[in-house]
């Protein structure tokens, strides 16, 4: 394959109306312009590999501008492209200044011109006091909006109070797109000695407590409720709140929830002490919990998984003193979501199960599955060449992130990518584009 004279793509097993079947897909330009299903003769090194929509990832954090040195555009799309991801939407915070003004966000499109290898959506923020930029935000193309309800850990983007969401919910209702919420009610107390022992994943497990993610979570629901504003959870860890998601959407209401590939690879029994790779907020839970989460995927109470990639510097990770109390929480992940999900989730649900998890579910949460999510005619030719047999284990000299610190370092994987495809161009593998060809998403 070339990078600019891609026209057709057979593959035995192309993912197509719902099944992998023998399918050429041909593309013309920057679309797929139409399918032929069907066996075809035609030798191809990649006709027994999957041939499937690219994967969306609904939660990562950039940082740029601002933050370039925890995550920038161009090494983060990099990464993405390299595990399959071919957009991607970025989180308001972290970068400096957060987007929570049209202004703002002016400054991150500028900031991630000409830097995409992957197409980048983006959420606006908020916070307590920008009431009034939240339409303008949504006029200018936000795909959602995030608030927290506890400390976002950037002082520049503070959490949200009762009554912010009472105030804020009735605009983002009237935009049509959701509001993301980060659930952790932290007023709670949590009985934790991690104070006298920093560097425990045990002390720090307890230090951020189930109830507080189950609490939250109830509170985001009645508000759906309240003013049925579409709502949905972000990084869900926690297995006792299924229930409360999935009681509201047996109701009807617009709720939907992702969770994330080291809720359901790694297991609190299984971590370190002194190990800040694997701190992230809500934590990693046991592993009882998280063959639940793994069960509320399949059985549709969860929507799709998403990374919640958040990298650091070395020093703010505290990757030497193992400090758990004072280490950023977040899991450097972005170039694993595809592998890393499947890994997971290979023993519990089938390919067929697990491939929708990664393309048209989140492209739904997203209202871009009009272009994005499906292998069908005039929808973007954003496609990936994988082969889910095959397994390798992740080496830190291969991470495209800013920071090849992860907990995914010698991790055996399971699915390799060929090739990855966005707007009709190879941008990874074999006979790819030396330019980068993601655009920025915006919606109406």
Request: charged share 20%.
């Amino acid at each position: 394959m070339s990078g600019q004279q891609i026209k057709s793509i057979y593959s035995h097993r192309c993912w197509v109306d719902g099944q992998l079947q023998p399918a050429t897909v041909y593309m013309e330009g920057q679309k797929i312009e139409f399918i032929e299903l069907g066996y075809r003769e035609l030798p191809s090194a990649i006709e027994n590999m999957v041939l499937m929509p690219g994967v969306i990832d609904a939660h990562v954090h950039i940082n740029e501008p601002g933050r370039t040195e925890w995550e920038g555009f161009e090494t983060a799309t990099k990464a993405a492209v390299a595990g399959g991801t071919t957009m991607l939407v970025d989180m308001p915070l972290n970068s400096s200044p957060v987007t929570t003004t049209v202004e703002n966000m002016e400054k991150k499109l500028k900031a991630s011109t000409g830097k995409l290898w992957a197409n980048v959506g983006f959420y606006g923020g908020v916070v307590p006091g920008n009431l009034e930029s939240l339409k303008p935000l949504a006029d200018q193309g936000v795909l959602g909006f995030k608030c927290f309800l506890t400390h976002s850990g950037i002082d520049e983007f503070p959490n949200v109070t009762l009554a912010d969401l009472e105030t804020a919910m009735p605009l983002i209702t009237l935009t049509s797109r959701p509001l993301l919420a980060h659930c952790e009610l932290t007023d709670i107390p949590a009985d934790t000695n991690l104070a006298n022992h920093p560097g425990s994943y045990h002390e720090y497990l307890k230090s951020r407590p189930g109830i507080w993610e189950t609490e939250a979570v109830a509170l985001m629901v009645r508000l759906c409720q309240k003013y049925n504003c579409p709502v949905h959870i972000v990084h869900v860890s926690e297995a006792s709140a299924l229930s409360i998601i999935a009681d509201a959407k047996a109701e009807g209401w617009p709720v939907t929830a992702e969770t994330c590939p080291h809720y359901l690879l790694f297991d609190a029994e299984d971590i370190p002490d002194n190990d800040t790779l694997y701190k992230c907020a809500p934590p990693i839970r046991s592993r009882a919990n998280n063959q639940a989460l793994a069960e509320g995927l399949k059985s549709g109470i969860l929507d799709f998984v998403a990374t919640d990639h958040s990298p650091a510097p070395p020093h703010i990770k505290e990757l030497e003193s193992g400090n758990l109390m004072r280490a950023w929480g977040g899991i450097a992940g972005l170039q694993f979501l595809l592998p890393a999900t499947w890994t997971a989730l290979m023993n519990t649900m089938s390919l067929e199960s697990v491939i929708p998890l990664l393309t048209e579910k989140p492209a739904r949460m997203l209202r871009l599955d009009s272009r994005k999510g499906y292998i069908r005619p005039r929808y973007d030719a954003d496609l990936i060449i994988w082969d889910p047999t095959q397994k390798f284990t992740v080496r830190q000299e291969d991470i495209l992130h800013r920071h090849m610190a992860s907990p995914y370092v010698g991790k055996e994987l399971y699915g390799r990518v060929i090739n990855t495809i966005v707007n009709g161009t190879t941008v990874f593998g074999p006979g790819s584009t030396p330019y980068p060809q993601g655009q920025a998403i915006l919606t109406s």
